[in-house]
């Protein structure tokens, strides 16, 4: 695997993780463990493998690569019958994606334990020391090995799993799920939590869990949503939860609103492609129910008084990637609704920024997943400093919502991509929800306005319909550009962001250079970049957006067409004053200039997945990326 400053130790996992018990007289499990496995793909892996509880010893089998390799192996080695199961798909940390890394990892001397972990133990170097010292032997370079063996441990020592799992979650430090099976205790796995996703799945006469409920959608919609460090026993008939220093617990039953179909890529040639389509729906989604009897807005779930949200003085965005230019375009639109101050931090920088902030700061944390551990850790960090904390997710029962004060949830379904589409629109729509919110409390001009902005806003859905349907020559011009070696993006104000997305997109689906550049920032060294024949996306603000905007980007064009840039133009329909020195222009529907980025952002979305299509490239799994980053 290529990684630029690859150091095994700080590499991001994404995992997938799943484990099943049924009926005695039931033998599904390794098929309802690879059906779990196979819908977790989209989180990104290089290895699978997984345990089977049978005539009282454990059954493994484990492959570096797809799940196709994994699944080569059963047919040339048939597992047993087995009615307890659990498997995993593993993204490297400790160690490369080799077979003897994979898990599930096996502990003590007779083999009778496997485990399967997502995250990483930070104190695994002290731990194993300690095991080598007693002359425990490893086989792999992983931190999960030294858990597998620590458990064995303390199974010896109590004969039971979950006592034994209790005893080895005190001692570790660091993000992680663990799932664990003994041959000793058929019809029982044993999982835990901390930073990191689990949920468990509820049938009748079997139990599910999994690092996300797609693990086990085909089989109930049926959930339980298990709190920061927690202890959970599923046998066939029960659940069983308790906190870490042993006290009894009950997690939140929830139903998953989708199924299995949800999943599937309905028509279309890719899941991206589904999901771009998909966003006029998740715009609307995400306005639903938004306002009380009234016809005040309100938020999902919240700790925060109004009279708290009216003394917020000053507000921080924290995110990564895709959803921090959500934050970006949400800076310019809240600053003009609440007169508030906005900054935008990138979650991995902000607790070593020193930052100020107090008991009048609203920190909000933007994340589809909302298991973003560089994200989880600032909002943390932000609370330990007083301030107040607010989430933006797609996903409920995750752990950044269950850490914050106050939760604003996108409904924009499940994203298989790992190229974020339909969820980076629902959180900008979200924002522009809270910033609306913020407003309507504070008074003046702009609270006025709330409802007519909200009215407007639902009106988006119907032009992301049109403008989707209106595609085919950016279509063309990807295929057109599929040898291109570097693409530029410009914009100014909330194009550019835009035009840094369009930039990210390329970048994480076409492997090529692509930077997004603030448009007036040209003349102070970019323009450099230019020579003939450079192709430079440009996202024009609309002729009403204040302060001569418009003219000031029509110009920049000008500027590069001169030195020989192709000009690709986004710019609002009737907009006649880019032709003249547009190559193409890309027409998007007009509304107001704050909300164009709902639209804007659309053609570079497009243009990316064709682009790279076309380059017979997986825009779904693009490489040494996954959907969701667990730890640091």
């Known amino acids: ?183 000793d205790q058929a019809g029982t796995v044993v999982g835990a939590r901390r930073n990191s996703p689990l949920v468990v799945g509820l049938g009748e006469g079997e139990n599910f869990l999994g690092s996300d409920v797609a693990a086990f ?160 850790m600032a909002v943390k960090h932000a609370k330990e400093l007083g301030a107040r904390t607010l989430s933006i997710c797609n996903t409920h029962g995750s752990t950044i919502p269950r850490e914050s004060d106050a939760v604003l949830y996108t409904h924009a379904g499940p994203e298989i991509a790992v190229a974020s589409t339909k969820a980076f629109l629902a959180q900008i729509t979200a924002c522009y929800i809270l910033g609306l919110y913020l407003a309507q409390l504070r008074g003046g001009t702009y609270a006025e306005d709330a409802q007519a902005v909200m009215k407007e806003l639902s009106e988006v859905p119907a032009k992301l319909e049109e403008l989707l349907g209106s595609m085919k020559r950016v279509k063309e011009i990807a295929r057109f550009m599929a040898d291109t070696r570097s693409v530029l993006f410009l914009g100014r104000n909330v194009g550019y962001p835009v035009a840094m997305e369009g930039a990210l997109k390329l970048k994480e689906l076409a492997y090529i250079h692509a930077e997004g550049f603030a448009a007036g920032e040209l003349k102070h060294g970019p323009i450099a970049l230019i020579d003939a024949g450079q192709p430079v996306f440009i996202v024009v603000p609309g002729p009403d957006t204040p302060h001569g905007l418009h003219d000031k980007v029509v110009s920049n064009i000008q500027e590069i067409r001169a030195r020989g840039a192709r000009t690709l133009v986004i710019a609002e329909e009737g907009d006649d004053k880019v032709e003249p020195f547009a190559d193409e222009v890309i027409r998007i529907p007009h509304t107001s200039p704050l909300l164009a980025p709902l639209l804007a952002v659309v053609p570079l979305q497009v243009f990316a997945l064709h682009l790279s299509t076309a380059k017979g490239l997986d825009v779904d799994q693009p490489r040494n990326l996954a959907k969701s980053v667990t730890v640091e």
């Open 1 to 183: 695997m290529r990684w630029f400053g690859f150091r095994p130790s700080t590499l991001v996992t994404m995992c997938g993780i799943v484990g099943y018990v049924g009926p005695n007289a039931d033998a599904k499990a390794i098929d309802v463990v690879m059906e779990g496995l196979a819908r977790l793909e989209y989180r990104g892996y290089d290895s699978a493998g997984v345990a089977l509880v049978a005539d009282g010893a454990i059954a493994s089998e484990k492959r570096a690569g797809k799940l196709v390799n994994l699944r080569s192996a059963i047919e040339a080695h048939p597992l047993p019958d087995s009615s307890t199961a659990i498997g995993h798909t593993r993204w490297a940390t400790h160690g490369g994606p080799t077979d003897a890394n994979a898990h599930p990892h096996r502990g003590g001397e007779d083999g009778k334990l496997a485990l399967v972990h997502n995250g990483i133990i930070e104190n695994f170097h002290a731990l194993k020391k300690g095991l080598i010292a007693e002359g425990v032997e490893f086989r792999s370079e992983t931190d999960t090995e030294v858990v597998a063996h620590l458990l064995a441990k303390a199974y010896a020592a109590q004969g039971d799993l979950t006592a034994a799992m209790q005893t080895v979650v005190a001692d570790l430090e660091g993000a992680f799920t663990l799932l664990a099976v003994h041959a």
């Open 217 to 376: 959608i085909g089989y109930t919609r049926q959930a339980l949503e298990l709190a920061q460090d927690q202890i959970v026993t599923i046998t066939p008939e029960s659940v069983t939860v308790m906190n870490f220093d042993g006290t009894p617990a009950e997690g939140k039953h929830y139903e998953v609103t989708w199924d299995a179909a949800a999943a599937e890529k309905g028509g279309y040639a890719t899941f991206m492609e589904k999901e771009i389509n998909e966003q006029p729906h998740a715009v609307a989604d995400t306005l639903l129910g938004r306002t009380d009897e009234d016809g005040r807005l309100v938020l999902d779930e919240m700790d925060i008084t109004e009279e708290e949200f009216r003394a917020i003085d000053k507000i921080v965005i924290v995110a990564c990637g895709t959803a921090s230019y959500a934050g970006f375009v949400a800076k310019y639109a809240v600053e003009h609704w609440t007169r508030i101050p906005v900054a935008v931090e990138l979650a991995h920088e902000f607790r070593y920024s020193d930052p100020v902030v107090d008991d009048k700061t609203l920190v909000v944390s933007i994340s589809q997943s909302g298991e973003t551990m560089d994200t989880l």
